[in-house]
């Protein structure tokens, strides 16, 4: 919400430089933006009058103009403004002077006239073109008459004003608009409100002479009132009507257009004028459109309703959609003399269905949305009519056919004073309280340490107790309430859970990985992209009911397409090696026990890069499993997964349980993700692997007796599987096997085609004596037997 300073002042005095203002407005809760200053940055800047107008002699563009600027000679100038003409006043910058964005403007020639300077516009002064005023868009600033030769234009216009952007929360829809940021500035500074003048000196005939007014569907419209305007002159309003509407961001159309949205910003209630001759049979309903009605609306398009859509009609037809646009064949026109002014009050639900469902928002319906109070109505109606008479734009005929089918008025609710002391920490009276209550114009009344408190109607957002301990503590001022800890016998833990999600993340960071994160909102094609197996529960999204869009309409049921993004986000910016990890939450439509979509967690690496293989992500994860005391492991080869090339790709098993999967990610998939250097990736069910972790430390002594080292060297077929060598190893070797480990795998030419050289180290030793030779034998010797009975395994010389 725009507030322009100097508006604001018309309602409560801010003796208060713009600075401590705003920051009195934020430790009073109201939170700001950003401060647009006018005027600033603007030298040598004049109201200049043109004198006279030649054409140029070698451009059919251009003219010659010669300024009065409040010097003694004339001022010859030459632009190809469309709109200028003689005894026209317009800025004119002069020799050596500066624009706000730092332009500095000197004479010279155009097509070899001399030009002592430039007629400025609108926008080279600062403004930005959506707030230009429509006679202004394609030219140069035309002046008001009473504009003075030679004045500085800062000085001239009253350009030095400030524009404060507050941030208004959904909860306060009561402060979009001047009235209401008017009030807090009262309660905050200690002033008091001065409402705006809306009763009108000449009133003529009755409203209802003109128009009638039926509601069918209260429940959806609370309150319509309408007023009638004659003898209407559509023009361009005065310049203080204009600034002020620009300074709020809006854009000055004509005089009956800008005095409709200015209400709309002092008052925060939207209001609509139609051509009285276009509404037929001289009245007004307001009722639901027919199913697969066409309506077009002010910007020319055609759209079709639904029978839920409110729609405001005349005797025989749709001329407005209620709370969103007015219609084509209502709007006001050059010749148009007599109006309805329409001020209503509409279902926020309502109107918020119809915006969306025509994707049509706009600034009335996103106000109505948020909650009006229908009690703005009138005041709104009646002050647009008074500022009509002020503009001498119309008479206005007296009396509003105002259809009210239930007031609306506000609870009353008890405050109790110690328990808004308890609360704050503070020790305020109630009759202080009260004070701070009545500066909102909010009746009270006092009583046994009880505050009944009557809030004004427009403040919609107060409906239990709470809500005015908030009041008193953003008035009393938050930066003025003691600081204390809390009070409270329990102590802060971290779950079992997320304690070995820490040491996971510690873990992987100490490997040399980098934590990512991303969204949980993803795109429904992510799993199509990692080539997902059609039947997996990778496709059994919870949807988005509301999405920003199709890229972000479910929630991710795998970490694979984000982590995949990422890397081929730092590949196409030349980062050539990535060891990447992410621990986050994967959603799937599978009720669970309380009904509810399931969420589990997950894990996912992902490396690529110079020395990056199939067997360090592998290393990278036993080394993590081995740590959240998860043993046991068993890899075993998959080829299934299209995501993976099928002979680099492996299940982590626990016994029966998967854990996970890991493997190079197939060609096609990482091309999706412009990866070009081969990417291995690992995808763990860290729920399960939460489940399964043992982090129990047990004592065991050291060794006290030597161990003893055999290495081999096997050939055995290509299709042997290294985790079937091991787990035979262990099996035939006894209890004097301590270790295995591989350490070597080869294929070349003293290989048979067909076959692989497996080297291992084994590693013997008993917790009671020293081993013999004999003994090392006797087991080394089950093992080779094994190995050659069940594997075919040879034994290779090292």
């Not at 140029?56 to 409040?70: E, T």
């Not at 948020?370 to 009646?382: Q, Y």
């Amino acid at each position: 919400m725009l507030v322009p300073v100097e508006w604001l002042k018309e309602y409560v005095d801010v003796n208060a430089e713009v600075s401590e203002f705003c920051e009195k407005m934020i430790m009073s809760g109201s939170n700001i933006e950003t401060v647009d200053q006018y005027g600033e940055g603007i030298e040598k800047v004049v109201v200049g009058k043109i004198l006279s107008i030649e054409r140029h002699p070698d451009a059919d563009r251009l003219v010659v103009c010669q300024m009065d600027v409040g010097q003694e000679e004339p001022l010859q100038i030459v632009t190809g403004a469309p709109n200028v003409f003689e005894g026209a006043k317009i800025p004119v910058i002069l020799h050596g002077g500066k624009l706000p964005d730092g332009t500095v403007i000197k004479k010279g020639k155009l097509r070899g006239v001399a030009s002592n300077g430039m007629l400025c516009s609108f926008s080279e002064l600062g403004y930005d073109d959506k707030v230009i005023p429509v006679a202004y868009k394609d030219g140069v600033w035309i002046l008001e008459d009473s504009a003075v030769p030679g004045t500085d234009i800062v000085e001239a216009m009253g350009l030095a004003e400030a524009s404060v952007d507050f941030e208004i929360t959904p909860n306060r829809p009561d402060c979009l608009s001047m009235l209401g940021m008017a009030r807090e500035t009262a309660a905050t500074l200690g002033g008091s409100l001065r409402y705006p003048d809306t009763a009108c000196v000449s009133e003529e005939g009755d409203a209802a002479d003109y128009i009638k007014v039926e509601i069918k569907k209260p429940e959806l419209c609370r309150r319509y009132a309408a007023r009638v305007v004659t003898d209407v002159k559509i023009e361009q309003s005065p310049w203080w009507l204009q600034k002020r509407l620009m300074h709020a961001g809006m854009r000055p159309i004509n005089n009956i257009v800008d005095i409709t949205n200015y209400v709309m910003l002092e008052y925060g209630q939207p209001l609509h004028a139609f051509d009285i001759r276009n509404i037929q049979g001289g009245q007004i309903v307001v009722d639901t459109a027919a199913e697969g009605e066409i309506f077009t609306t002010l910007d020319g398009v055609e759209r079709k309703l639904t029978s839920d859509m409110l729609l405001i009609k005349d005797g025989t037809r749709g001329v407005a959609l209620a709370g969103v646009m007015g219609g084509l064949n209502s709007e006001i026109e050059a010749d148009t003399t007599t109006i309805l002014v329409e001020a209503a009050n509409f279902n926020g639900d309502s109107v918020r269905a119809t915006s969306k469902k025509l994707g049509l928002r706009t600034e009335a319906s996103s106000r109505f949305e948020k909650g009006i109070d229908p009690n703005l109505a009138r005041a709104a109606a009646d002050r647009a009519c008074r500022l009509i008479e002020l503009l001498g734009a119309g008479k206005v005929v007296g009396g509003c056919v105002d259809v009210y089918p239930s007031e609306y008025t506000a609870a009353t609710i008890p405050v109790r004073v110690e328990r808004v002391n308890n609360v704050l920490g503070i020790d305020l009276t109630g009759e202080e309280m009260e004070a701070i209550f009545k500066s909102l114009e909010m009746e009270t009344e006092l009583a046994d340490g009880i505050i009944k408190v009557t809030p004004p109607t427009v403040r919609q957002d107060l409906e239990a107790e709470i809500d005015f301990v908030e009041e008193v503590a953003r008035i009393y001022g938050y930066d003025r309430m003691p600081t204390t800890l809390p009070q409270d016998s329990s102590r802060s833990f971290v779950s079992p859970r997320w304690e070995l999600r820490d040491t996971a993340r510690d873990l992987l960071v100490s490997l040399g990985l980098n934590e990512i994160q991303t969204y949980s909102f993803v795109s429904p094609r992510g799993p199509e992209n990692v080539a997902a197996q059609a039947d997996s529960d990778a496709y059994k999204f919870v949807k988005i009911l509301n999405p920003l869009g199709e890229e972000n309409s479910v929630m991710r049921t795998t970490l694979l397409p984000n982590m995949l993004e990422v890397l081929g986000r730092n590949s196409s910016r030349n980062v050539a090696h990535v060891r990447a990890f992410e621990i986050g939450n994967t959603f799937f439509d599978i009720p669970g026990a309380d009904g509810l979509p399931t969420e589990k967690d997950a894990l996912c690496i992902g490396v690529y890069g110079p020395g990056e293989s199939f067997f360090t992500l592998k290393g990278i994860v036993e080394e993590l499993l081995e740590n959240l005391g998860v043993q046991d492991l068993t890899w075993a080869a998959e080829s299934g997964l299209a995501t993976y090339h099928s002979g680099r790709c492996a299940r982590i098993m626990k016994g029966e349980q998967m854990l996970g999967v890991m493997g190079e990610v197939q060609a096609d998939v990482a091309d999706k993700f412009g990866l070009s250097a081969k990417t291995w990736c690992c995808q763990l069910d860290f729920q399960l692997i939460e489940d399964l972790a043992d982090r129990d430390i047990h004592y065991a002594p050291l060794p006290k007796y030597p161990a003893s080292t055999r290495d081999i060297a096997l050939l055995v077929k290509e299709e042997v599987n290294v985790g079937d060598i091991m787990k035979l190893i262990k099996a035939s070797a006894g209890p004097l096997l301590e270790d295995v480990a591989l350490f070597d795998i080869y294929r070349g030419k003293q290989v048979a085609e067909g076959m692989k050289s497996t080297a291992f180290s084994l590693t013997y030793r008993a917790p009671d004596r020293t081993l013999t030779e004999e003994d090392v034998v006797g087991a080394h010797s089950k093992v080779l037997d094994a190995l050659k009975a069940e594997l075919d395994a040879v034994l290779r010389e090292m």
